[in-house]
């Protein structure tokens, strides 16, 4: 019962203070198409696939159109695409491995006013490194618009945002993409225990339909402490990035021999891999955990989301007293 009364304490933080994000019922304003030049490579409509020179310098565009009656703000951003810590590639978090990304070689407008009704166009600028580019550089181009109403005491924030993928190569025959196993721990993900596993890609390509298993045991033993199998991975080129296990349950000290193997497009390998659960690490990260530790788990687990189910609805009808307050004030 202790793990639900520490969410209980979280959840009372987090909705006594004065800041409220709420996401919109209504979806956005505003589309975005890219215009694709006469190098692009692939016959994709949805992002770019360009080969590149070395040192040519280039501008490409994507077409913003507002299809709402009121102007729209709208913050464009070049962003790199890596691998999250869900095996898939992401173009929103600023963790970058590789010494230079598209972020580092491009340039954008970064805001503009959509008029209603209308469209614009982005320019996105890059310059090819003078070497040329070692495989695939991933990148994109984001698109957001951003409205916040703001009273003395809340913020009500609808945000929504475009990603348009730009893949730039020099050459048009790609490297194999290939996996290292970098490193194994255990850690923690939202209160959660997890295995973590550092993975890196050093090839610039994509490496795609992954399946990836692990099996972790004690030494000296045929006990299975941990074992999961995943599919549908991709990952990005040039990245390092932690791929995490979550266990639901706690540690338990000793010295474990890790397995994992990856089957992909053109790629398998199997590793093995010691590693040690500490005795202090594990004492203190199982002391903060809510994973499930007794046959209670799922009774815990339906309070918890009993709670917060009533949390949510409690918020929800505040809101609306709140704003009919204000309707019956004016």
């Known amino acids: ?16 203070g004065q800041t409220i994000i709420a996401s919109a019922n209504e979806g956005p304003k505003y589309t975005v198409t890219p215009i694709l030049p006469n190098n692009q490579v692939v016959d994709v409509k949805d992002q770019f696939d360009l080969q590149v020179s070395p040192n040519e310098k280039k501008t490409i565009e994507v077409l913003v159109t507002n299809n709402s009656d009121e102007k729209i703000h709208i913050k464009a951003t ?17 963790k970058v491995a590789a010494d230079e990304t598209f972020k580092d070689i491009a340039t954008v407008k970064e805001k503009q006013v959509i008029p209603p009704q209308s469209n ?7 310059t090819v490194p003078k070497n040329g580019i070692n495989g695939l550089m991933l990148g994109g181009i ?10 003395s005491k809340q913020t009500i924030k609808n945000k929504y945002n475009y990603v348009i993928p730009i893949k730039l190569h020099t050459e048009k025959k790609l490297p194999q993409a290939t996996v290292n196993f970098k490193d194994i721990a255990i850690t923690q993900n939202g209160l959660r225990n997890t295995i973590t596993t550092t993975l890196e890609n050093p ?17 000296n033993s045929n006990k299975t402490y941990y074992s999961k199998e995943i599919a549908q991975l991709k990952f990005a080129p040039n990245t390092t990035f932690d791929y995490q296990w979550p266990i639901n349950k706690e540690f338990e000290a000793g010295s474990y021999e890790a397995t994992l193997h990856i089957k992909a497009d053109g790629f398998e390998k199997e590793w093995n891999k010691s590693f040690e659960m500490e005795a202090k690490k594990v004492k203190d990260l199982n002391k903060s955990t809510v994973s499930p530790t007794d046959n209670n788990a799922d009774l815990q687990m339906y309070i918890l989301m009993g ?3 009533v949390l949510i609805l409690l918020i929800i009808l505040i809101l609306i007293k709140v704003r009919r307050r204000k309707a019956d004030e004016k």
């Open 307 to 309: 709670i917060i189910a």
């Open 120 to 126: 614009e166009k982005i320019q996105i600028t890059y």
């Open 78 to 94: 070049a962003v790199t695409g890596i691998t999250n810590s869900n095996g898939i590639i992401d173009y929103t978090s600023d």
């Open 142 to 151: 984001k698109v957001e618009e951003e409205e916040a109403m703001k009273t």
């Open 1 to 16: 019962m202790k793990q639900v009364i520490k969410v209980i304490a979280m959840l009372t933080v987090i909705f006594s």
């Open 203 to 219: 090839q610039g390509a994509i490496l795609r339909n992954i399946t990836m298993s692990i099996h972790i045991k004690q030494k």
